[in-house]
């Protein structure tokens, strides 16, 4: 079985686009920078979500759901992704959120609310905990739920990013962009699953590397461990016969230190630079704080000046608002 073996759901717009980021490469005076505009996938405002969703939704539909839970933060891009896919298809969205109801209605909260997803609010079961209830509440009223992933990041989901590889070839070849790196905010661990197996199965040189967006926990399993195990369950899941060893994992867990949606100097900085001088708007809590990794690590001498690296931009930006 291949990735093209799957029911998958059409919801975004493909490919999205790839440009070069001049003024940022001059200003910082390091490797050629470019920028994938995940986005712009179109999902009521986008994100790298909607390549997961494109699959699991894909999945719900198959199996004749009528309504699609998912779980996240309050700001949770995925949660309004969810919502927007659920509304573009008449199927009902039921959201469980962590923390309770705010005052201000703001971001992505506001989306969930205008896209018509009702919102449960699950104070510190912050990751879908409260999901197996709920759904039990609605197949006894006669609903048909299915229940996204926390994170869209099962070995389905992070086939949309092994997908994405693909797509990233085909609009490379042409042109004969080799990069080097690609650079990416790495969270539920589904998006670096995905590219790590798609660089293996398209045979790629360029290193794929995940900045950690969230403080180290003190969880059982590590991000890394998760990111590792996922992306092994993924290569199973479609047959590769490929297995990732740790040292093909990499992860960088240095610019986390402030935690979740805590914005620090640097992701300031990295948010202001991109839409100063590229006109393009980055997000207070995974986009900023990769993009400021990454610029840390042009100064710090971390890239030849020869060298091409694309930052794969996942979103986020109706955080922005909240
Ligand atoms: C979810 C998300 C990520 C992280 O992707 P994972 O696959 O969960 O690691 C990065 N950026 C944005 C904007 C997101 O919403």
């Known amino acids: 079985m291949t990735h093209l073996d799957l029911a998958r759901q059409p919801?975004?717009?493909?490919?999205?686009?790839?440009?070069?980021?001049?003024h940022l490469t001059r200003l910082l005076g390091g490797p050629r920078l470019f920028i994938k505009r995940d986005d712009l996938t179109g999902l009521a405002c986008?994100?790298?979500?909607?390549?997961?969703?494109?699959?699991?939704?894909?999945?719900?539909?198959?199996?004749?759901?009528?309504?699609?839970?998912?779980?996240?933060?309050?700001?949770?891009?995925?949660?309004?992704?969810?919502?927007?896919?659920a509304a573009s298809l008449g199927l009902a969205c039921h959201l469980v959120l962590g923390g309770s109801e705010p005052t201000a209605v703001t971001g992505n909260l506001l989306l969930d609310q205008l896209l018509g997803a009702s919102i449960h609010w699950a104070g510190d079961h912050r990751k879908g905990e409260d999901i197996p209830i709920l759904a039990e509440q609605l197949r006894i009223s006669g609903r048909r739920p299915f229940t996204v992933p926390y994170g869209g990041s099962t070995a389905l989901g992070a086939t949309g990013f092994v997908e994405a590889l693909y797509e990233l070839d085909r609009q490379t070849s042409a042109p004969g962009l080799d990069f080097d790196h690609l650079i990416f905010a790495s969270s539920s661990g589904g998006t670096q699953a995905g590219l790590m197996v798609g660089k293996r199965l398209l045979k790629k040189p360029y290193q794929v590397t995940g900045i950690a967006i969230d403080k180290v926990g003190e969880a059982e399993k590590s991000l890394g461990e998760l990111i590792l195990e996922l992306a092994n369950a993924t290569a199973r899941f479609l047959g590769t016969g490929i297995r990732l060893a740790p040292a093909?994992?990499?992860?960088?867990?240095?610019?986390?230190?402030?935690?979740?949606?805590?914005?620090?100097?640097?992701?300031?900085?990295?948010?202001?630079?991109?839409?100063?001088?590229?006109?393009?708007?980055?997000?207070?809590?995974?986009?900023?704080?990769?993009?400021?990794?990454?610029?840390?690590?042009?100064?710090?001498?971390?890239?030849?000046?020869?060298?091409?690296?694309?930052?794969?931009?996942?979103?986020?930006?109706?955080?922005?608002?909240?």
Not at 260 to 271: H, K, M, N, T, V
């Open 11 to 22: 919801l975004g717009f493909f490919p999205t686009p790839i440009h070069e980021l001049p």
């Open 46 to 85: 986008g994100g790298n979500k909607t390549r997961k969703l494109e699959f699991l939704v894909g999945q719900a539909l198959a199996e004749g759901a009528d309504t699609l839970i998912t779980a996240g933060a309050m700001q949770s891009n995925h949660c309004r992704q969810t919502a927007a896919a």
């Open 248 to 322: 093909e994992l990499h992860l960088d867990e240095g610019y986390s230190g402030s935690g979740y949606g805590e914005i620090s100097p640097g992701d300031r900085e990295a948010i202001h630079l991109l839409a100063r001088y590229e006109g393009i708007l980055l997000d207070p809590v995974y986009t900023g704080r990769a993009m400021a990794g990454l610029i840390d690590k042009v100064r710090q001498g971390c890239f030849r000046r020869d060298e091409k690296v694309l930052f794969w931009h996942t979103g986020g930006t109706p955080a922005l608002f909240a």
